[in-house]
């Protein structure tokens, strides 16, 4: 698939258009930012294991009846993807306490939660990605009932499908980011990454923190964690 010019360059990753105006090229760095920016770093090889990860599980999420962007893995950082326009939301969920959930609600870390929550914010930097509800999302019009129930669905059904497979893999899922985008059929597809960048994941014996949030945070160890994950994710 020929490359062509850059479409776009995120704050993790850069598209690249293609021969095939369907088909786009995203290409995985080792930039890591963290509160909408304001920290910034590199983690080593970060690149690789996110395009890696996220493959294999969107592979698996296919299969399981969630239809995805990905198209083929064309290298360690690049993969070949199918054009979608990116629904503006972060979709949330989460099955223990953590995170901002902890801090908005005052739980503590590693709390249970009664219910699976699903959250959504408002993809919007300059506004600090705000959390948004259902209603808010068809007032302001980022996705039409039919959308917002499919994406609903979709979260939900991803939730089930990673939790049993990180759970055969000694980790918690403790909560996740994902995002949808709509091809030019107008079928929604989970879009984006999944990866250590994205989900917090726990040692299923320790607690061990196994994600971005050793970046976040400072808590050391986070290229070897980054790896970790992906070995663990290989089986
Ligand atoms: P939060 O607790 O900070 O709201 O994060 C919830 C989940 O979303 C967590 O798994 C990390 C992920 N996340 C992203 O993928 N991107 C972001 O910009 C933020 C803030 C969180």
Redo the contacts with the bound molecule.
């Keep these: 698939m020929g490359k062509r010019g850059q479409l776009y360059e995120g704050k993790a990753k850069k598209v690249f258009e293609t021969d095939d105006p369907e088909l786009l090229i995203v290409s995985y760095k080792d930039d890591a930012t ?1 509160f ?1 920016g304001q920290k910034k770093g590199q983690i080593a090889d970060k690149g690789v294991v996110n395009n890696i990860m996220s493959n294999i599980l969107f592979g698996i999420l296919e299969d399981a009846g969630v239809p995805t962007h990905l198209v083929k893995q064309l290298s360690d950082r690049e993969t070949l993807v199918k054009r979608v326009r990116i629904l503006p939301l ?1 979709v ?1 969920i ?1 099955n223990v306490a ?6 908005r609600y005052g739980v503590e870390e590693g709390s249970p939660l009664a219910r699976t929550v699903l ?1 959504f ?1 408002y993809k919007n930097d300059a506004l600090g ?1 705000p959390l948004i509800n259902d209603d808010h999302i068809l007032a302001l019009e980022l996705s039409t009932e039919a959308e917002l129930a499919r994406v609903r669905d979709y979260a939900f059904k991803v939730n089930e499908v990673m939790k049993e497979f990180f759970r055969a893999r000694g980790l918690k899922l ?4 994902i995002e949808f985008g709509v091809d030019s059929k107008g079928t929604i597809l989970l879009a984006d990454e999944i990866s250590p ?4 994941l726990w040692d299923a014996e320790t607690n061990e923190k196994m ?2 949030d050793r970046f976040r945070r400072d808590l050391g160890k986070v290229e070897e964690t980054y790896r970790a994950v992906l070995d663990r994710v290989k089986g």
């Excluded at 403790?174 to 980011?177: L, R, S, T």
């Design positions: 963290a909408n972060e949330i989460r953590a995170g901002s959930f902890s801090q959250e914010s990605d403790i909560d996740f980011k960048d994205t989900c917090r994600d971005k």
